[in-house]
């Protein structure tokens, strides 16, 4: 089955860092993608539809500032957290759509827990 | 507003027993619905969907789900556990603000931990 990968599993920076996170699609294509972030025992909250070439759209209440998104390539879409803060804390998870059309199914990458101190 | 429902935070059942997640949802039309398995260190797995048709809907790993429109329920079933289903199941409902039902706009539940006892 397709692959989404994601890189770094798990990273701890300072406060006022900025962290870059990767997701790949490893066998396909994807012209969209999107970003998610997991609080401890809660739900999966879409952050933003990052779309190849253009911008992304974000969701109500997230910094477009604070989480840039840049879909390098058919198969590549980086979030980075500026001047990222302890409450940026947590688990992001990225997906893809094998299908960009009807978008049926949709691979997850493993995630990248995020650690500010 | 769309919401996904699990009101179970943990389960705990033991090897061979049946199992149901519970999932409620609260939506305007038909919903896209999706029941999702992650595991420690893995993405999250699509176990199965509904989108339309037979409200008895078959997934992987022997898995099945029923879609009560009355209840707006969608409720995760397996006849008998292995304890490699350990894990946590998340519950999913697509948008209806996407165009063409697009899946990656989920709302997903918060999840039910499935404990499992040899």
């Known amino acids: 089955g397709a692959v989404v990968s994601q890189h770094p599993s798990r990273v701890i920076c300072k406060s006022g860092t900025s962290v870059k996170i990767e997701c790949r699609s490893l066998?396909?294509?994807?012209?969209?993608m999107f970003w998610y972030r997991q609080f401890p025992k809660q739900s999966l909250m879409l952050m933003a539809t990052?779309?190849?070439?253009?911008?992304?759209?974000?969701e109500q209440g997230v910094e477009k500032d604070k989480f840039l998104i840049n879909h390098a390539s058919l198969t590549l879409s980086t979030l980075t957290v500026t001047s990222a803060h302890p409450e940026d804390s947590s688990f992001y998870i990225c997906?893809?759509?094998?299908?960009?059309?009807?978008?049926?199914?949709?691979?997850f990458g493993p995630g990248t827990r995020l650690l500010v101190l | 507003a769309q919401s996904v429902t699990q009101p179970d935070i943990h389960i705990t059942v033991s090897e061979g027993a049946s199992l149901e997640l519970r999932c409620n949802y609260s939506?305007?039309?038909?919903?896209?619905l999706f029941w999702y398995v992650q595991s420690p260190g893995q993405g999250l797995q699509l176990l199965l969907k509904?989108?339309?048709?037979?409200?008895l809907v078959q997934g992987i790993k022997g898995f099945e789900a029923e879609f009560k429109r009355s209840q707006s329920s969608f409720n995760l079933r397996k006849p008998s556990v292995h304890w490699s289903d350990a894990a946590e199941y998340f519950c999913?409902?697509?948008?209806?603000?996407?165009?063409?039902?697009?899946?990656?706009?989920?709302?997903f539940g918060k999840g039910t931990k499935l404990s499992v006892k040899p």
């Open positions: 997906s893809a759509p094998r299908d960009a059309w009807t978008q049926e199914t949709q691979y």
């Open positions: 066998d396909f294509q994807a012209t969209t």
């Open positions: 990052s779309n190849e070439g253009s911008k992304a759209t974000y």
């Open positions: 939506y305007g039309a038909t919903p896209y």
């Open positions: 509904y989108f339309s048709g037979d409200t």
């Open positions: 999913a409902v697509g948008r209806s603000d996407t165009i063409g039902g697009s899946q990656g706009n989920l709302i």
